[in-house]
Every structure is written in structure tokens, then in C-alpha cells.
């Protein structure tokens, strides 16, 4: 990012403001949860737009930060497009949600990243078997429609062992 956009370092520590007093199911800092994506997303070999858009991916679902403020935001329109992608609407179908994410180029790659770290086993482990079997099960189901259910990577995403992939 550059110009008059934020850089990276500035998107981490906004987004970690915004969801300073979060927790998670488990009662984690939710700031651990957006960490863990955009390393994710950095190990995948995901652009610096990307990552930027893995810190700030939950932000407008989780009413952290505005859509109004993302529009006005001091970011690249890749970034915001990237977040409004992976953003969840009140009410939205998952055929919808996932179909908008398989359209936005780069989307893909943050929306695994987040599903990884949201059905890691020690993650699961410390949520309530009904809780745990539901969540295994709608992270399964968007899985299956974003098309990563099989062993090759998505199309339209960097692998780190071959950069040129996309």
C-alpha cells in the first residue's frame, strides 16, 4: 500500500483497536482470531492488500468498525472490495455469501485462511459439543461451496511454492 493509503502496520493496529474488547466463543481476545488469519493469509502467499484485508475481514460483520467508515477508509479499493467480499449480511444465504467470494479475485484465499483458523482442533476443543458439532458442520458447508474440499489449491489464489499461480 502507499500514498496517502494505510500501510499495513497502521490496518493492524486499527483493526486490533476496533476489536479491542472482543472475545471470542471461547473467550479469547478476538484479536488472536484476526491475527491467525492474516498470518494465514501471509503463509498462503497472499498479497499485502490481502492481509490487509484479513486484519479488517470481520470488522463490519462483527460492528466493529462502519461500511460508511470502510468506504471513506484510507485504503486501496482492492482492500475494500477484499472486506465487503468476505463480509456477511444480516440474512444473507450462504449460496449468496460464498458466490460473492468466488467472484471477487483475492477473496477466496482470506475466506480459507479464516475457515482454518476457525475449525482448528484446539480452537474446537474448548466450546460445548453442541456448539463445536455446529460449527464443525456450517464451517464444512462453506467449505463445500467455496469449492475447498479437495486437495488442490484455489485457482485464484498465490500458492507460496509457485508465485506465479493464480
Known amino acids: 500500500m502507499s500514498g496517502n493509503h494505510l500501510n499495513l502496520a497502521q490496518v493492524e493496529a486499527l483493526a486490533r483497536a476496533a476489536h479491542a474488547t472482543q472475545t471470542d466463543k471461547a473467550g479469547r481476545p478476538y484479536t488472536e482470531h484476526l491475527a491467525a488469519v492474516a498470518e494465514g493469509v501471509r503463509v498462503r502467499g497472499g498479497t499485502g492488500h490481502q492481509i490487509a484485508a484479513a486484519w479488517l475481514h470481520d470488522a463490519i460483520e462483527d ?7 470502510l468506504a471513506e477508509a484510507a485504503l486501496p479499493q482492492e482492500v475494500k472490495d477484499l472486506v465487503l467480499a468476505v463480509t456477511k449480511r444480516p440474512g444473507e444465504e450462504l449460496t449468496a455469501y460464498t458466490a460473492r467470494i468466488l467472484a471477487t479475485e483475492g477473496a477466496l484465499l482470506i475466506k480459507e485462511a479464516d475457515l482454518a483458523h476457525n475449525a482448528d482442533p484446539a480452537r474446537l476443543a474448548v466450546l460445548e459439543e453442541p456448539t463445536r458439532a ?28 509457485n508465485p506465479e499461480t493464480h
Not at 63 to 69: G, Q, T
Open 63 to 69: 460492528d466493529a468498525l462502519s461500511a460508511a467508515w
Open 134 to 161: 455446529r460449527l464443525a458442520a456450517k464451517y464444512a458447508q462453506v467449505r463445500e461451496l467455496l469449492g475447498l474440499t479437495g486437495g488442490e489449491p484455489p485457482s485464484d489464489r498465490k500458492v507460496s511454492a
